[in-house]
């Protein structure tokens, strides 16, 4: 059964740097994808990053340029590196992954990466200003 387990939410101030981490269980096929979401209060699930098997990596315009996301297969988690945090980065984070598919981006949508089979429970960022 696969799972996924997020850690290293909470709350710093803006312009602050926090990384999450997600490990999984189960095995992905050859191609797979891993992604981050998140969840503001009062908005809809956004993508913010993915990885496919490839090492391709793909970014909401929101957090380019702040978030990295890599992936650690040895270990089996993921991470998401995030700096120069604002206010409005404020949300629950999500892992999310497709074990049999390589990454499926839409850029200009809120969700950002589609396909994704197993999520995890989430972790709570909170950013103060």
């Known amino acids: 059964q696969v799972q996924l387990v997020e850690s290293g939410g909470g709350s710093v101030q803006a312009g602050g740097s926090l990384r999450l981490s997600c490990a999984y269980s189960?095995?992905?096929?050859?191609?797979?994808?891993m992604a981050w979401f998140r969840q503001a209060p009062g908005k809809e699930r956004e993508g913010v990053a993915a990885?496919?098997?490839?090492?391709?990596?793909s970014y909401a315009n929101s957090v380019k340029d702040r978030f990295t996301i890599s992936i650690d297969n040895t270990k089996r988690i993921l991470y998401l590196q995030m700096n120069s945090l604002k206010p409005e980065d404020t949300a629950m984070y999500y892992c999310a992954a497709d074990y049999s598919s390589m990454c499926v981006v839409i850029r200009g949508t809120t969700t950002f990466v589609y396909g994704m089979d197993y999520w995890g429970k989430g972790t709570l960022i909170t950013i103060s200003s």
């Open positions: 189960g095995y992905p096929s050859s191609s797979y994808c």
């Open positions: 990885v496919s098997s490839d090492g391709s990596t």
